[in-house]
């Protein structure tokens, strides 16, 4: 449709130009009181069909480089930084294709334990190491259709379609088992491991004005447990 639009633009600005340049010439030759009119009006086209095809071309350049950057600055709106993942406002508009109608749809929302420990023990730099390497390894144990966010911090949201309170359970455990048994290895060969708490909330109807419901319910489920001894699941 973007592009029907761009030739339907090009047309009328073609069109548009050379009646432009024969109503200055028809004009031009009655003030200057000039007679030859045939041989005016084919100078006058035969100019404005001459340049016009570089002007179009660089139009469209224009237009091309336009598009592109649009479409760039609307992907990093969408996208954490240092994780590479989509971020909240990705999410948040991830919502309303998430309702497929097969089922239930769960949100885990995934916070690592104590970050500010290992932010403090290690230093800012190696916190976000860790940071992208918590988001990969939680990308690698989910499956296509499911979508994860950074949702802020050392938060991660997943989003995942058709997938009733059991299933999101026991891939939540998977990832929460995979990272708690795991040393990341540093630079410097030092050893750390992270633990994570997560939160589950499933729902019949989400979309985006219900996809904030469904966030504070599975965030409610990450505080039960962080207060049951953290490296845990729980259900809202
Ligand atoms: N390295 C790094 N740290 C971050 C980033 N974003 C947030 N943090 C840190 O994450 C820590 C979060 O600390 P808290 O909210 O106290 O939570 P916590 O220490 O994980 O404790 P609990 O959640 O209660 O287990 C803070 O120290 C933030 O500075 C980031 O992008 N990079």
Same mark, same amino acid.
């Not at 109608?101 to 290992?118: C, E, M, N, Q, Y």
């Not at 988001?135 to 259709?145: K, Y």
């Not at 599975?218 to 505080?223: F, G």
């Given at each position: 449709m973007r592009h029907v639009g761009v030739w339907r633009g090009v047309a009328v600005f073609t069109l548009a130009n050379i009646a432009l340049a024969l109503t200055i010439t028809g004009v031009a030759m009655r003030l200057a009181g000039l007679e030859h009119r045939l041989l005016g009006y084919t100078i006058a086209l035969t100019c404005?069909?001459?340049?016009m095809p570089p002007l179009i071309a660089g139009l469209l350049a224009l237009i091309q480089r336009l598009d592109r950057a649009e479409r760039a600055l609307h992907r990093l709106a969408r996208t954490d930084e240092l994780t590479g993942l989509p971020?909240?406002?990705?999410?948040l508009q991830a919502a309303a294709p998430a309702h497929s109608?097969?089922?239930?749809?769960?949100?885990?929302?995934?916070?690592?334990?104590?970050?500010?420990?290992?932010?403090d023990a290690h230093g800012h730099q190696t916190g976000d190491e860790i940071l992208q390497y918590v988001? @990969?390894?939680? %990308?690698?144990?989910?499956?296509?259709?499911d979508q994860l966010c950074?949702?802020?911090?050392?938060?991660?949201?997943a989003l995942l379609p058709a997938t009733d309170a059991a299933t999101a359970h026991d891939l939540a455990e998977r990832i929460r088992r995979h990272l708690a048994r795991t040393s990341i290895v540093l630079d410097n060969d030092d050893r750390v491991s992270v633990t994570l708490s997560i939160g589950i909330a499933t729902t019949h109807d989400v979309d985006t004005a219900r996809i904030h419901r469904l966030i504070d319910? @599975?965030?409610? %489920?990450?505080?039960?447990?962080?207060?049951a001894g953290r490296n845990c699941t729980r259900q809202a």
């Open positions: 404005s069909i001459t340049i971020n909240r406002r990705a999410l109608g097969d089922g239930p749809t769960a949100l885990l929302f995934i916070d690592i334990d104590h970050f500010k420990r290992v932010n988001s @990969a390894e939680i %990308a690698n144990r989910l499956r296509h259709g950074r949702y802020g911090g050392e938060e991660f949201a319910r @599975a965030d409610r %489920a990450v505080y039960r447990a962080k207060h």
